[in-house]
């Protein structure tokens, strides 16, 4: 079946600790896109990965796409509370008409002050 | 304008009613998806409009009617919901099917 797993599940962390979130998929990806959800919030979209062992920053987030295109990583360099929240990759899986969007399992960050 | 906006923000129905979540974009995206978002879960898809016309149903219970009137307007009907589904109801919209969506802040149902 359509699977995209994430580990960890829970990540706690101190404040100014790096943090890193993997994602896998059961199979290959057209691409990637990862989202933030914060405590009792919806998610929101932060980038999408297309090409083979693509690499993209956004500040202190590093986004990276595997060789093969199933599997990506989000690494957050010196974490600040303002991370906390889960983080979730997502996939295009084929749904006859048109592609659906599958999330992973998710990773909730915590970060202690 | 860069929102998708849902009404209400809450609900809380018995089993016997009938409500609407609405849900609102002004971008010019052509899909828009519905998604339900158990505590501690990652958000499951329900269905996708594609131009206006519903284009995936995820093996959705029927107690779950879905509209989309035009290319800006969502809604999702319910009728006889089960206390199982209660649930963060969150609508999205996108460019594409393969660019990132844009998610509403969600309906949280409670059905007692």
Same mark, same amino acid.
């Given at each position: 079946?359509?699977?995209?797993?994430?580990?960890?599940?829970?990540?706690?962390?101190?404040?100014?600790?790096?943090?890193?979130?993997?994602c896998?998929?059961?199979?290959?990806? %057209?691409?990637?896109?990862?989202?933030?959800?914060?405590?009792?919030?919806?998610?929101?979209?932060?980038?999408?990965?297309?090409?083979?062992?693509?690499?993209?920053?956004?500040?202190?987030l590093?986004?990276?796409?595997?060789?093969?295109?199933?599997n %990506?990583?989000?690494?957050?360099?010196?974490?600040?509370?303002?991370?906390?929240?889960?983080?979730?990759?997502?996939?295009?899986?084929?749904?006859?008409?048109?592609?659906?969007?599958?999330?992973?399992?998710?990773?909730?960050?915590?970060?202690?002050? | 304008?860069?929102?998708?906006?849902? /009404?209400?923000?809450?609900?809380? &129905?018995? &089993? /016997?009613?009938?409500?609407?979540?609405?849900? =609102?974009?002004? &971008?010019?995206?052509? !899909? &828009? *998806?519905?998604?339900?978002?158990? !505590?501690?879960?990652?958000?499951?898809?329900m269905?996708? *409009?594609?131009? =206006?016309?519903?284009?995936?149903? =995820?093996?959705?219970?029927?107690?779950?009617?879905? =509209?989309?009137?035009?290319?800006?307007?969502?809604?999702?009907?319910?009728?006889?919901?089960?206390?199982?589904?209660? !649930?963060? *109801?969150?609508?999205?919209?996108?460019?594409?099917?393969? !660019?990132?969506y844009?998610?509403?802040?969600?309906?949280?149902? /409670?059905?007692?």
């Amino acid at each position: 079946g359509q699977q995209v797993m994430q580990i960890p599940q829970y990540q706690h962390v101190q404040e100014g600790e790096d943090f890193t979130t993997y994602c896998n998929s059961s199979t290959t990806l %057209s691409n990637i896109q990862w989202y933030k959800q914060r405590p009792g919030g919806h998610p929101v979209f932060l980038i999408q990965l297309v090409k083979s062992g693509e690499v993209k920053k956004q500040k202190r987030l590093t986004f990276q796409f595997g060789e093969a295109k199933k599997n %990506s990583s989000l690494h957050i360099t010196a974490t600040q509370t303002t991370d906390v929240g889960t983080y979730f990759c997502a996939g295009p899986f084929y749904g006859g008409a048109t592609n659906k969007l599958i999330f992973g399992t998710g990773t909730l960050l915590a970060v202690q002050p | 304008d860069t929102e998708v906006t849902q /009404t209400p923000k809450h609900l809380v &129905m018995g &089993m /016997t009613n009938k409500k609407s979540l609405k849900c =609102e974009q002004h &971008m010019g995206h052509r !899909a &828009m *998806y519905w998604y339900k978002q158990k !505590a501690k879960k990652p958000p499951e898809l329900m269905f996708v *409009y594609s131009y =206006e016309k519903l284009s995936i149903n =995820e093996s959705v219970p029927s107690r779950f009617s879905p =509209e989309c009137p035009n290319s800006s307007l969502l809604n999702l009907h319910l009728h006889a919901l089960q206390p199982e589904d209660s !649930a963060l *109801y969150l609508c999205a919209s996108s460019q594409s099917e393969r !660019a990132g969506y844009t998610f509403g802040s969600g309906t949280r149902l /409670t059905v007692v």
